[in-house]
């Protein structure tokens, strides 16, 4: 048993780990706390069980979770609005410990997603390192990025970043009590993947959350590299008023809506405006710049940051269809003149390139290589390559490369799949990573790579070959595999042609001819 600020916690112990489930950081933002920044905690009369994770900002399910290969990412915690909750897992409990702290974002976009599961567990992260890991829920989608503030900033002008000031006051929550759990709140790393790195990236921006952390971990997190104006969200939230039938006179009745009107709503929004406007926004007042502006990258100078990618971001998309894995040339260049419109001889010097990196590609191989360098990898070395110009702290990439065994190998490295790596979680994800032991051996790397990180921003350690920083002059990568090595402008090729194509809405490069053939 332990106390913090707001009461007495009972956990567990378990083979030398601790773990307290389902905290809250911040009250219940339901009903009159809807949209409205983080409240206080109520404090609780005796001991209060830590055993149960809590629930889930209601959502819709991720279609993800289905794929028998990716039935390690559901979770099974409820959903409702009083979703400002936390795990944290601890070796011991001295509050002198001071140890390293690693604050993991879940991913889901800013949709949904949650930070519980078995594989989100931190229990084995925190053993093996020594480190104290805090896993966080908040407010995602309708409820945590509603850009409201321009038809009444006094009432709803926190709502368009209400779950980035949800994991403000989960940040602050730490500062205040992660001592009773060993941790030190001046040793704070953050850790996102995909939406999770995203929000890290937004975080690095907010001038709420300067001080609550020192370094920062961006693993496969795009879309916060460019954080949207608010008036670019403004169709989507006029079409979510229209549907609710609320007139701008009338907001306040957003907060008397259950949650499941709320959703429907939302779910009819993006259907008309075809595309999801739930994010969040440069508002002048949480956020103030896109964090690879020179503005921006001046209020992070000071952070370390690592950025990370699997190897085939893009096959997790493709296997949508797996009609993909098997395409021929002359399919592979169909689709990349009906995409680009190139004619046949650029089609045939785009794909030159990327044989240039690996003579023994096969066409799908070539198309899976080129659409993760569009959606995830080139805007990722963009900004390493911008944290890097802007030469204050330093900023180190990695490329995970461990391929999956699944089905003979045809999903080859795709998005999400180093989370159970970071967590050393691998054998709960087995459907994924099978049980060849050469999986533990890649974990052990991975973590060890983000605990020494952690412990002083450099992430060398015992596991892996010397680790540069990345500059534009070498682009040192460390490729993460059975056997890591650093490489220096890995797939430089294929980063420079895929460089010089037209920018593509991710959402809408997944729709068109690249993905799913032409007409």
């Known amino acids: 048993m332990i106390e913090i600020e707001s009461g007495k916690l009972r956990g567990r112990y378990v083979e030398g780990v601790f773990s307290f489930r389902g905290i809250p950081y911040a009250a219940d933002t339901g009903g009159a706390h809807r949209f409205m920044a983080p409240q206080p905690v109520v404090n609780w009369a005796g001991v209060r069980d830590a055993f149960a994770e809590g629930d889930r900002c209601p959502q819709v399910e991720e279609r993800i979770s289905q794929m028998p290969m990716f039935a390690w990412y559901a979770q099974d915690s409820s959903f409702s609005e009083n979703c400002c909750v936390l795990n944290v897992f601890t070796p011991g409990l001295q509050p002198g410990a001071r140890r390293p702290v690693m604050f993991y974002i879940h991913g889901g976009g800013y949709a949904s ?150 959703l429907r709503a939302r779910n009819a929004a993006m259907k008309a405006v075809r595309g999801d406007g739930a994010q969040p926004v440069v508002d002048g007042r949480h956020v103030q710049e896109s964090p690879l502006t ?64 690996d003579p023994g590609c096969s066409a799908a191989d070539v198309l899976a290589y080129l659409s993760s360098d569009l959606l995830a990898r080139g805007p990722l070395l963009r900004a390493a390559e911008a944290k890097a110009c802007a030469g204050q702290a330093p900023v180190y990439v990695y490329n995970f490369a461990w391929r999956v065994p699944a089905e003979g190998g045809v999903w080859r490295s795709p998005h999400m799949v180093d989370i159970p790596f970071a967590f050393g979680t691998v054998d709960s994800a087995r459907c994924m990573t099978g049980s060849d032991p050469g999986r533990t051996v890649v974990a052990d790397s991975l973590m060890a790579a983000f605990v020494a990180f952690a412990r002083g921003g450099d992430p060398n350690n015992q596991c892996m070959p010397r680790w540069m920083p990345y500059e534009t002059t070498d682009r040192a990568t460390m490729v993460v595999n059975e056997r890591c090595r650093l490489e220096h402008d890995f797939r430089g090729a294929g980063r420079i042609a895929s460089a010089e194509l037209r920018s593509f809405e991710p959402a809408a490069l997944r729709r068109g001819p690249l993905f799913r053939g032409p007409d």
């Open 113 to 262: 997603g949650g930070g519980g599961g078995s594989v989100l567990d931190g229990s084995k992260l925190a053993a093996m390192g020594d480190v104290v890991v805090v896993t966080v829920n908040h407010r995602l989608n309708v409820f945590g990025y509603t850009c409201l503030g321009h038809l009444d900033a006094e009432q709803f002008g926190d709502a368009a970043n209400a779950g980035q000031l949800d994991l403000v006051a989960a940040l602050q929550w730490v500062q205040r009590n992660i001592t009773a759990f060993g941790g030190d709140p001046g040793n704070v790393t953050l850790i996102g993947e995909s939406g999770g790195g995203n929000k890290v990236m937004v975080l690095l921006t907010m001038p709420a959350a300067r001080g609550l952390f020192q370094r920062a971990i961006n693993m496969s997190g795009v879309s916060g590299l460019q954080v949207a104006a608010p008036e670019q969200t403004e169709p989507y939230v006029d079409a979510l008023l229209k549907t609710l039938g609320i007139g701008r006179g009338a907001l306040h009745r957003l907060r008397t809506l259950s949650a499941e009107a709320l």
């Open 294 to 357: 020179p503005a921006g990258l001046a209020l992070h100078a000071s952070i370390p940051l690592i950025i990370g990618t699997t190897d085939t971001e893009a096959t997790l998309f493709l296997g949508e269809d797996r009609r993909n894995f098997q395409i021929d040339e002359g399919e592979l260049s169909a689709r990349i003149r009906a995409q680009f419109g190139m004619d046949g001889a650029g089609a045939a010097a785009l794909v030159a390139a990327y044989l240039r990196d």
